[in-house]
């Protein structure tokens, strides 16, 4: 060897053999060599790969093939930098073929064959425990460990644990186990007083506020009030548990709270009841420059609220100051407004609010909110806003999505441009400072850009928009369709995040009947084009059991614009071989290839 060893591992010995055939050796060059083992070549170098870093462990270890139902040889490496890499290794030859990488943190990663459910698998460590196993739909999966940070781990068998972990962390030994390894999703539940509408954390401490609210829905001051009453003509009765039996109901009434949630600790450190048939439909975290950068929890309330036809008395705005960190809140005022502002933002040092059609701006005074700008944007209701810069893009009940610019110096709102469909809004997001993503009410999800001629000429100073002329009764410019997909679900909340380490951003979803999806943008021309190429096959090899047309089913109200259907894409695992090999064909590809390829897209960007 020409460098430092850093790291060694031998292969289980075969069935039928006396000794194992092959050494993998990592050495501090940033190189992998494959040694072999037979006794006319011993130590004969076979195979060579250079690596980015220098190997801190390297195992050898037999995993099941999902391409058949035997098993096979692979070299599993951990890098000094954090990064975890698989390739196959060819029992003869001593060939590393097929590597696939994944940064798993920024510590250098330990590496341990365990058993789980039957199945080998790896248990990788770094800034927090992996474990690589191989799902029969879905191929070979990283997967982070809910616990600790650990140092070691191995097998552990006995008559309470047979597949157990043995583990150390700090000072303390563990021992768990795995109960699904095709469930990788952690779910756990705090329960609430009402039904969550909406949620924003604290900006810097680890805390939840939700709103919650429920129609039809006597409140805890009218519960209190009526059972006073009663005792007199009634003093046996009990109040039943309301978490069991719900609250008691009655007609035209709310009840609705405030709520401090600590995810970590998974308890509610405080709540706060809205008193006088006040229902809270809305709530941001904004920092107002007159108040040093301090931030503020603001509440959007209706009062005597009726949903269909829709109708109210009064609509306010409440404000409260953190308390001990973001664990309590201080009521500090509340502001009367026209209507039930549906949506609040932060906005450079103020809120934006959007009431009824109208979009306003607010200051924090020493009584109450203090009115800077404001406009009528949109035709119906604004539903959503969502800001970047000096831009506010606006959310329509009906009328999909307006940008609206703000100007520092005359102190105006400005509507640019809007949308070219009737967009029945549920959610919004800037996916940059030029485009917007968003759902509606019918299922789809879609992205509008503003053209750059467009963007330039709303950042140029003057009052120039002021004057252009309106088209159609909306803004003078319209929005380009980039994006148009439907999806089976109505979206409730969108946001751009990063769902991996060292993952690029992605656009996540939910919808109303759970569904839990993620928009991945292809980085290069090449995949862009690979896994159109997929979906055209697979709309052909792979049609719907109910004989439905896919390319009319993801297209159901706008034509699909700008999509490639994942989830039909990686349904090819589940075709016959020879559909398989016939598709792979088509591609230029072998079947492995492809497979590598879808699970790569979602391993690297997302779960």
């Known amino acids: ?286 920092s107002f420059t007159g108040q040093d950068g301090e931030s503020f929890l603001l509440v959007g309330t209706g009062k005597d609220m009726i949903l269909n036809p829709r109708q109210f008395s009064e609509g306010y705005i409440h404000v409260y100051r953190f308390q001990q960190n973001g664990r309590e809140l201080e009521f500090i005022h509340k502001t009367k407004v026209e209507e039930p502002p549906m949506a609040l933002v932060a906005f450079q040092g103020r809120l934006a609010a959007g009431i009824g059609k109208i979009l306003r701006i607010y200051d924090l005074g020493l009584k109450q909110l203090l009115r800077k700008a404001q406009v009528e944007v949109v035709p119906q209701l604004i539903v959503s806003l969502q800001t970047q810069g000096s831009r506010i893009v606006v959310g329509d009940l009906q009328q999909g999505v307006t940008m609206v610019v703000f100007d520092h110096e005359y102190q105006r709102l400005t509507p640019f441009i809007d949308d070219t469909i009737a967009r029945w809004t549920t959610c919004t997001a800037m996916v940059d400072y030029e485009s917007v993503v968003g759902g509606d009410k019918f299922g789809n999800l879609w992205i509008v850009r503003c053209p750059e001629k467009t963007s330039h000429e709303a950042d140029q100073p003057g009052n120039h928009l002021s004057h252009a002329r309106k088209y159609l009764h909306g803004a003078p410019s319209r929005l380009d369709s980039v994006v148009h997909f439907f999806t089976q679900d109505i979206p409730t909340s969108i946001t751009k995040a990063s769902l991996v380490v060292g993952g690029q951003d992605v656009l996540v979803w939910s919808g109303l009947q759970g569904t839990i999806g993620v928009l991945i943008p292809f980085i290069t021309r090449e995949d862009a084009d690979f896994f159109h190429t997929l979906e055209v096959q697979m709309r052909n090899e792979d049609p719907s059991p109910v004989g439905r047309d896919h390319l009319m089913y993801r297209g159901c109200y706008v034509p699909v614009k700008g999509v490639i259907d994942g989830d039909l894409c990686e349904r090819y695992r589940l075709l016959p071989a020879d559909k398989k090999q016939q598709i792979a064909s088509e591609l230029d590809r072998s079947v492995r290839e492809v497979e590598r390829k879808i699970s790569d897209v979602r391993t690297r960007s997302a779960f």
């Not at 879905?138 to 097998?155: A, I, K, Q, S």
Request: hydrophobic share 40%.
């Open 1 to 286: 060897m020409f460098s430092t060893v850093t790291c060694l591992s031998l292969g289980q010995v075969p069935e039928g053999r006396l000794r194992s055939p092959l050494l993998a050796v990592g050495c501090e060059d940033c190189t992998v060599r494959i040694l072999s083992l037979d006794p006319d070549s011993t130590l004969e170098n076979k195979s060579i790969q250079a690596l980015t870093a220098a190997p801190s462990a390297l195992n050898i270890m037999a995993m099941e093939d999902p391409l058949s139902s035997s098993s096979g040889l692979y070299l599993h490496i951990g890098l000094s930098s954090g990064v975890y890499l698989r390739t196959g290794l060819d029992e003869i030859t001593g060939e590393l073929t097929d590597t696939q990488t994944r940064l798993l943190g920024l510590k250098a990663i330990k590496l341990f064959q365990v058993k789980v459910k039957g199945q080998t698998c790896v248990l990788a460590l770094s800034s927090k425990p992996w474990m690589g196993y191989t799902d029969p739909r879905r191929g070979f999966m990283m997967t982070p460990l809910n616990c600790e940070d650990l140092e070691w781990g191995w097998n552990f068998s006995s008559e309470q644990c047979e597949e157990g972990i043995i583990a150390i962390h700090a000072n303390f030994l563990q021992i768990f186990y795995i109960e699904n390894l095709r469930d990788n999703l952690i779910r756990k539940s705090i329960p609430l007083t009402y039904t969550p509408r909406h949620f924003v954390k604290h900006p810097d401490q680890p805390y939840f506020y939700t709103i919650e609210a429920d129609s039809n829905t006597l409140g805890p001051e009218l519960c209190a009030q009526l059972l006073a009453e009663d005792n007199g003509m009634n003093g046996d009765a009990k109040v039943l548990p309301p978490e069991e039996f719900g609250y008691p109901r009655g007609h035209g009434r709310w009840a609705s709270c405030i709520s401090i949630v600590d995810p970590i600790g998974e308890q509610v450190l405080q709540k706060i009841d809205l008193e006088g048939n006040e229902a809270a439909i809305s709530v941001a975290v904004a």
